[in-house]
């Protein structure tokens, strides 16, 4: 199946911070992306959230991915934000709530192809008692 998406990244870049550093912490997270700097933000673009699902694999939370991913998602795709301080650390963690005082990483994904379901099937797998399942084997 061919899969193509655009995913934008934005996180704000504050006066007391350095923009070599948002920009390595964001990239932990995101490290296909091309990041500029823009009026006070970092800006990124990518084609693939291959890395990124690995990571939500290595810490199991796709669960927690699944439910971000569909509770902003549309028909053209879907949006989420995470927190700038756990991306220092190179951990994912979901912006939850009030943003951060540092500000949260915004991400939109667009979808070309296949479709929204399935690329949040690609990217976080449902799970069954905390193990991947492929959605494609339930069809059967």
Known sequence: MIYSIDVRIEAPVNDTEVTDRVADAVGTVFPNAEFTHEDGRLVG????LDPFSDRLHEQEILDTARREFHKHADSE???FALKKQAAFQGVINFAVGNPDELGDIAVSVTVREPDVES????????TE???PVDPESKAE
Do not use: L, V, Y
């Open 45 to 48: 673009e990518t084609h693939t």
């Open 77 to 79: 795709g879907f949006s």
């Open 119 to 126: 690329m949040i099937d690609r990217i976080a797998p449902p």
């Open 129 to 131: 008692e905390g193990t």
